[in-house]
């Protein structure tokens, strides 16, 4: 495991039971992330770390009404505040000496799910992968259907080798997230079959071996 990474997506407060953005039966995963870690050199977790403006916020936006289907599609309550309780990771996640911290989200006019950004403000996660000569990531974290399906996203274009902690990860809204996911996949497949064919495993973590 010395060229891989495990990258834990935003189990924050806000996105676990009781707060803000609650995923269904997020705390669940938490025993095999816990688990799951001790398995590798490298643990990184991301945040989303927004300030109180930022664009995704519904509260920030008057002109609901005026806006498109898709926009108001992407914007949420209030969520994860820099330095507030709801931004912090869940108490019983496990953290040691070592582990990094990737924050995203931090510029309050744009938005992105992924780790690794988007175009206009990016973070420094793959220059930290770049910097420890990972090749290969294992991904868990919240959600599935949103902020783990586009760092995963993003990691394949990216030249990365991706393995998707199924057990490690829930989905926001669980019923329509299969297809969410193959619309986006089968998008990647029309620019580049091979990406998937060669680049993305489904694991759980039961499977991760030292």
């Known amino acids: 495991m010395e ?7 935003d189990v924050q407060n806000d996105f676990c039971e009781g707060g803000s953005l609650p995923v269904q039966k997020s705390s669940e995963i938490i025993p ?8 590798f050199k490298h643990v990184i977790f991301t945040k989303d770390w927004h300030p109180e403006n930022h664009v995704s916020f519904k509260i920030n ?15 949420w309550p209030v969520h994860c505040v820099q330095n507030t309780y709801g931004a912090e990771l869940h108490k019983d996640i496990q953290t040691e000496e070592g582990d990094i911290f990737v924050l995203k989200g931090t510029n309050y006019k744009y938005d992105s799910y ?3 950004g988007c175009k206009e403000d990016q ?5 930290i992968l770049q910097s420890l000569n990972v090749d290969t990531i294992y991904v868990g974290g919240l959600a599935l259907d949103y902020c783990v399906l586009f760092t995963v996203i993003d990691a394949l274009k ?14 926001i809204d669980p019923e ?12 990647i497949r029309r620019q580049d079959n091979s990406i998937l064919e060669n680049s993305l495993r489904i694991f759980t973590s039961y499977e991760v071996e030292e």
């Open 3 to 9: 060229n891989s990474a495990l990258i834990i997506v």
């Open 32 to 39: 095999k992330i816990n688990q799951v870690r001790k398995y």
């Open 61 to 75: 936006h008057s002109n609901l009404d005026e806006l498109k289907k898709e926009v108001v599609d992407n914007l």
């Open 114 to 116: 992924s780790g690794f």
């Open 123 to 127: 973070t420094n996660l793959h220059q």
């Open 158 to 171: 990216l030249g990365y080798k991706v393995k998707v902690l199924k057990d490690c990860t829930q989905a």
């Open 176 to 187: 329509n997230a299969k297809s969410k996911i193959n619309q986006y996949f089968a998008e």
